[in-house]
């Protein structure tokens, strides 16, 4: 087989698209930007999924509904290779922007195979593959300059490096690449994952990337990427079996499969920040869906709702209304300081008696949204965990399509109640 494909994508200037577009494979975007119409309906205003965790997000017309969330969301993640607690030996763990927050400015590209692509590729053969870019940190030489300038026009654009990551490697790409399952840790919890590290276009941009990231050159870093055979088991805020049909799985999500939230309530959040800290920007809450039409902070009543396909899709999808259960609050960490466009902690103006200013919005929400005391490590709440009900899937595969949620779909509540973090057991 040969590994062209995965031959580093390392480029001090912008990268060509149509390198990867005339491999039979096309990028997965946001293609028509429609306005949700102005009624008092609660609609579906966006689409995110995060392909590799705590990177740039991708925004989509439409997502594929799974039973571990959407498809290819938090696939991936990196992880570093350090000493353990105890100095004896080392232990892979996971990163995310509370540590490293210049990985937001990591961009992230998905691109999927066409019904026409050449299954000979080993693009295609992969299932299409995720380009991350991120800004190089080596100062550029003349060379680079010149590219970048061709590309962008700009002299003051910063030169990038681009490389590619099969998206789902066959059997034969991992034996060829020389890929194993490696254990590393995310928060409280080991999780497992395919070592993307010696694929040559992701272990060629590595070197880069730690300098980028400020990771010591001691320390090994790699991206990790999760399998049918590794998802974890959800054991906290646990949806009734009676409604969801099987245990909750994920990823490499924090805790749930699908995170809900809505615009009212961040604009709401936004008018009680200090004027310098204005406009919040929602990206930095790295929800799945937004949603408006709702009053502020009202889905934190929401207990079960399905998702109603509009009436004028385009692309063939099951003629089925998911249905999700709301199983707990979203207790916010401090990545939400971070500014998005910058890869920077935000404050707000410190006193004149002070040195720093209080992070921003962390400080609002503890003090405006901490409405329980479910999880005392919470920077307040925003936002909801949801997990799909297997009963959706069930009736989608009776058609033969997709259980896909698009831009514009309505939301319609159908239970209510009262919402406490931790209060489920922790087994089923």
């Known amino acids: 087989m040969t590994t062209n494909s995965f031959v580093a994508v390392v480029t001090q200037g912008t990268r060509n698209p149509k390198r990867i577009t005339q491999r039979g494979i096309e990028r997965a975007r946001v293609r028509h930007r429609r306005s949700s119409p102005q009624t008092k309906k609660i609609r579906i205003k966006s689409l995110y999924i995060h392909p590799v965790k705590s990177c740039a997000p991708v925004e989509l017309d439409r997502a594929l509904l799974t039973k571990t969330g959407f498809l290819y969301d938090r696939c991936c993640a990196f992880a570093v290779k350090d000493k353990t607690k105890d100095g004896a030996g080392t232990e892979w763990h996971f990163i995310s922007q509370r540590t490293k927050p210049s990985m937001c400015l990591i961009k992230t590209e998905l691109w999927l195979p066409r019904q026409e692509s050449n299954m000979q590729d080993p693009l295609v053969q992969a299932r299409g593959c995720i380009v991350l870019t991120f800004p190089n940190p080596d100062t550029p030489n003349w060379i680079a300059q010149i590219e970048t300038f061709f590309h962008t026009r700009g002299r ?101 499969p699908i995170h809900i939230n809505s615009l009212s309530s961040v604009h709401e959040v936004s008018t009680l920040l200090p004027p310098e800290n204005q406009p919040l920007n929602a990206l930095r809450f790295r929800a799945n869906i937004w949603v408006t039409g709702a009053p502020a902070y009202q889905e934190e009543t929401w207990k079960r709702y399905c998702i109603l396909p509009k009436h004028h899709s385009t692309q063939p999808r099951a003629n089925v209304a998911p249905r999700l259960s709301v199983v707990c609050r979203t207790s916010r960490c401090p990545i939400p300081n971070i500014d998005p466009s910058k890869g920077t902690f935000d404050t707000d103006n410190a006193p004149a008696n002070k040195k720093k200013g209080r992070p921003q919005p962390s400080a609002t929400l503890v003090e405006h949204r901490t409405v329980e005391n479910g999880n005392r490590a919470a920077l307040g709440y925003l936002g909801m965990h949801c997990v799909p009900e297997d009963l959706s899937f069930k009736e989608a595969e009776t058609q033969g399509k997709g259980l896909y949620v698009e831009v514009g779909d309505e939301i319609e509540v159908f239970e209510r109640g009262v919402h406490l973090y931790g209060s489920t057991g922790n087994d089923y």
């Open 156 to 256: 003051s654009t910063t030169p990038r490096t681009s490389f590619i990551v099969p998206l789902q490697p066959t059997p034969a790409q991992m034996a060829d690449f020389k890929m194993d399952l490696q254990t590393f840790g995310i928060h409280y919890r080991q999780a497992s994952g395919l070592d993307m590290g010696s694929v040559p276009s992701v272990g060629a941009a590595l070197p880069k990337l730690k300098k980028f990231l400020g990771i010591k050159e001691q320390h090994g870093l790699t991206l990790m990427r999760c399998t049918a055979d590794t998802l974890t088991r959800t054991d906290k805020n646990l949806a009734p079996l009676e409604y969801i049909g099987s245990p909750a799985v994920h990823g490499y999500t924090d805790q749930q």
